[in-house]
Every structure is written in C-alpha cells, then in structure tokens.
C-alpha cells in the first residue's frame, strides 16, 4: 500500500476505515505504520486516490514451479477409526474446489489398518485416496504425524491441501505449514476459488468475529487451511462412485513425545456440533439456577444446552457448552437463544444454523440481527410458558 | 527451570463495537490488554519456577506500546521481558511471526520451556505457538492444561485436553507447550510486582539485535496476504412475535411443529 502525500487531504477517512489502527494522520497527512497488514481498506475509503493499494510482498515464487502444485488435498481425520464428521464436510467443499480448478480431490489417511475406509472417502467425492498404514499411525502425534504429511507433500505436491480445525488439526496443520514454509489460514468459514488468480481464497472471521477477512497465498505452495467443523454440509454420498487408491510409504521416525495413557471425560461428553437442536443461554437468564430452563426445555426437545461466553466466564456454565468464536461453532436445525444478547464473537459461532429463535428483554439486542424468530420479553416468563405448549402439545 | 512465555498485546475485543452507520469497527476506547490465554501460560510458567526454582522471561513482539503488557507481566512475578519492536516485523503473518520470535529466543539464550496461550483473541489462529516450535526444532505439545515436572532433566509429564477426553504424555526438555486454562486462573500483580514493574527494564530488539534473514520477516515475509476486510453479513428480516410471555410461547411452538421438531400434536 502506497500513499501518495501530494494527493492527500488528511481527511482521515482512511484511519477510520482501517481495521487495525495502522494509519495516523501526522501533519495534515495520512502515515501508514508497523501495524499494516495491507488489507486495502483504505484505498476503497480515500475519495482523493491517494491510496494505491498492493502487496508489499514481493518474494515471488517461480510460477512454473508453482504450477507444478496439482490438486486439492482433504486431510481425513479419524474418530475410533472412522472418519470425523468435519473431514466428509471437507470433501464435499474440497469437490467443488477442484471442480472449478478442474483438478483431482484427494484424501490422505494415516492409520493403522483403515483400508476399509476407501470406498466411503470416493462416495463422498474424492478421484484419489493416498493411504499410509502402519501401526505407528494408530494414533495422532504431531512428530510422526508431520513427517508422513511432509514426505507425502514432497512427493506429490498438491496445490491445495484441507485439515479440520479440531484439536489435533490445528495441532498438525501449523507444524506442516512451518516446515514446508508455506501459509497457512486458521479457522476458515468460506472457501471459494479467486477469479481473478485462481487462487483458493481463504475467508475467516478476525477480531472475536467483528470482521472477516479473506486471505490468499499466492507464491508458496501447497496453500493450507484449516476449516471448523458444522461450517460446510457434507454431501448426499455416491455408493457407486470409485477412486484410485495410492499406497504410500513413508519413512519410519520416532516420536520425542510419548504417549502414556488417554483419560476420557468422566461426564458425558457435551456433543454441541452434531445437535439438531440447541437451547442456549445467556446473562439475561439472570441467575446461574435459571439455567434449569434451558436443560429442561434442551431436554425436552432432545437437544444439547449451549451457553455464551459470558456465562461461562462467569463460572455459570462448563467451557465445554460455550457457543461462539472461541468455543464451538454450531449450525443446528433450530438454536434458540435465551438471554442471549449476541455478542459478535457469539454470532460467529451460531448464525449458521437453519432456524435462530431469540429471547431477549432487549430489542435492540444484536441477537435480533441474525435470528428468524424474536420475542421481546423475559426469558423467566417465555420459557415456562414454552415449556408448557411443548409438554401439552407433546402429551 | 528456565521458561520463556509468549505474550501478545491484543485489543479486547470482547469491548469492540461495529459503527452501525459505516458497518466498520470502532476502534476508539477500546483498551489493550495481555492476550488473556497468555496470562495462563504466564501463571503455569510462575507455578512451575516458584515449586522448581528458575526464571521467567515474558517475550513480546510488536510495537513500542506492547511494553505496557510486558510491565504488567512484570508486575505478576516474570523475571525478564523481552520486546521485539521494529518496522521490519510488521505486517508478519503466523510463520513470519514465529520466525521473529524463535529468533529472539534464540537470543535469550538456554531454555527449557517455552510457554505460549492457545491463542491471541485478536487473531484466533492458535498457529504461532507449533509454528515456533518447528523453527526451534523442539517438540510441542498443544493444548496442555497441567505439567507435572520431575528431577532435573527428567522428561516432564504433560496433560493435553484433547477433543475426547485427556491425554497424558511425556517429553524431555525442551519442549514448547500452548496453554488454554491454567489451574484457578491467573494470579493478581502484587503492590511490590507493580512497583518493581515500573523500575525494571523491558530489553528492546530491534532487527539488528537478533539473527534473522529480512527476507522473511514482516509483511515482505509472510506466505499469506489479507485480499480484502469486510463486515460479517447481517440477516434482516426477524419476524418479531407479538403478545405476552403465553402467546408468543404458542406462536413458537406452532412454528416448532411446522418444523417438526415437536410432535404435530394428534
């Protein structure tokens, strides 16, 4: 980004349309400092032309070699030996990547023994399936798993490459992007291909979700992200659809982490992302026992009980129930917010979900902003009288 | 026990409004903090030095002002901070960040741990800490919430939450851990840590302090490029239900059932 100081009025247009406070205005002129990240914001808010928007970066890759990078990569994570939800989401969304690059879609699996999994990752719509079996690969760890995703990059260098951001994907994904040195783009909830260079372009949500920002990676390879779980839909699978396997092998390391034993939760895991249905409540529930409403109501419409930040932080409700930017993201037939005010970090987390009914005192709660269906009114009142029509309407 | 802690200056971003004339963010007012999931790194870091000995240097990356949340670490009990400031870190995404910074450790010198939050709020990437790791070439271990430490130069013991449960797990020294939630939280600086924090030196670097190549440092540096900032989407169209709490409770069923979440009530 350049400023041209003869065109500029110091209006200060620009400083206020920047999202990271990184121009100033020093004698009557706009000065760009260490905090840009050139996003170009205020080239489309100066009205003088002042403002050249552009990349500083200039470490410009060897296009033939980048071209040389093929294909989109899903990275398929395993649940007790069968895929996650999150990596069939992936290969519904990696499909319609590699349609519009008109490139192949390809799995990667790392396990032990996980052949069977084959014909599920082609029904769900990958040409390629690059499998590497080995006892090793049992279980996840972050130095073996690595170094197989680093030989296997090396070796047939996609352009692409997909990870879900659970725990162990955002474990993995930044250790394989640091040692191949490419960039990789954290947490994305859009995923489409630049018109203009052809690039995947990279959208997530920044600033506790205030605003979004897409993100390319035009000169390194493979380019990388991780996507949260529930933000794409898997596809309708194609039993009839088939693939290539590719057995790969790769070379034997050891781990510098041991593993010693795995602890289950004791209490019943609070499965938010497969919820049809949510209930979740906010500080306008007002006292942490009125928090028994919303599990009764959750209860009794068979779904899970979400909470926002607020009450967690304040102590009302376990982290693990948190809805939002920085606890899970959710798209539920139906969510229904009580007390909910919708801190943008929490719409981040909930607004794709099908139906949003809100309950709050306030109307000009911003959770009205994003749900389908608003009552005004107290949550202690609207709640018990729900109860009631469901438990008459059910009887 | 020697530990380095990652610290990041972040804009509280739970405290930002969106102007809802121009739909862009409102940056006035609002405070800079210590990255909150730093605070636990930096508690866990200070649990482990007052049981074993040791020191703690709070390490930072970013502009001159950062050194406000060095002071404030300071004032918690670190022993040393350590702010990496210049134009030519600036603009950095994740791996030219964590370049910067395992030079700086680099710098420091001998360490054993390296503590990081799980990540920055304003970012939310949780990219910098691995990322580190890897330039550093020393195990990491994401996401620990507990580290139980042995004699010295015994592998340390490490709980890691994990997305069922917990796993335990071992690693000898030097390893680098990133850290969500550490025991009941993060201590409260004490009257002798604040007036200690005002008289102690933040150690500034800038890029000619540490061995770098600048062609991958800073904005210049980094694979990815922001294309374009935007407002999240706003749906319009609440259908607001009128009547009290019992006609509004009616009105939500009915759509319940049209939606057959409930039964259609024969």
Redesign the interface.
Known sequence: MKINSELCSGCGACAAACPFGALVIKGNKAEKTDACTDCGACASACSFEAIQAGSGSDNGGDAHDLNSYKGVWVYLELKDRQLRGVALELLAQGRKLADEMGQELAGVLLGDNVADLANEVFANGADRLYLVEDPCYGRYDADQYTAAMTELINTYRPAVILLGATHNGRDLAPRVAARIKTGLTADCTGLSIDTETGLVAWTRPAFGGNIMATILCPNHRPQMGTVRPRVFKRAEPDCGRTGTIVRAKTKATTSRVKWIKSIKSLKESVNLEDAEIIVAGGRGMGKPESFALVSELAELLGGAVGASRAVVDAGWMPADHQVGQTGKTVAPRVYIACGISGAIQHLAGMQGSDVIVAINRDASAPIFTVAHYGIVGDVNEVLPALINEIRCATA | MKIVVCVKQV?D??E?K?DPK?N??M?QGVPSIVNPHDKHALEMALSLRDQLGGSVTVLSMG?MQSQEALRECLAMGADHAVLLS??A???A???AT?YTLAAGIRKIGEFDLIICGKQA???????????M???LGI?????ASQVEAGADGA?V?VHR????????????LP?LLTVT?YGDGPRLPVVKGIRRAFRAEVDVWSVNDVEVDR??LG??????????????D???G????PG???A??????T???E?R???V?S
Not at chain 2, 238 to 241: A, R, T, V, W, Y
């Open positions: 804009p971003t739970t930002v969106i121009t862009t963010l940056r502009p210049d134009r870190f600036g603009g995404d994740t791996l964590s709020i304003d970012g939310d990437t949780a990219q910098v800490g691995p990322e790791a890897e330039h195990p990491h271990i994401t996401y592998p013991r939450d994990g997305e069922e449960g917990t796993e335990i797990l071992e690693v000898k390893v939630h062609n991958v904005l210049k540096g980094s694979p990815t490029q922001v294309r374009r900032i935007f407002s999240p706003k749906r319009c609440c259908e607001m239900i009290d709490a019992c509004a409770a009616s009105v939500v069923a759509k319940l059932r939606l979440i409930i039964g009530g």
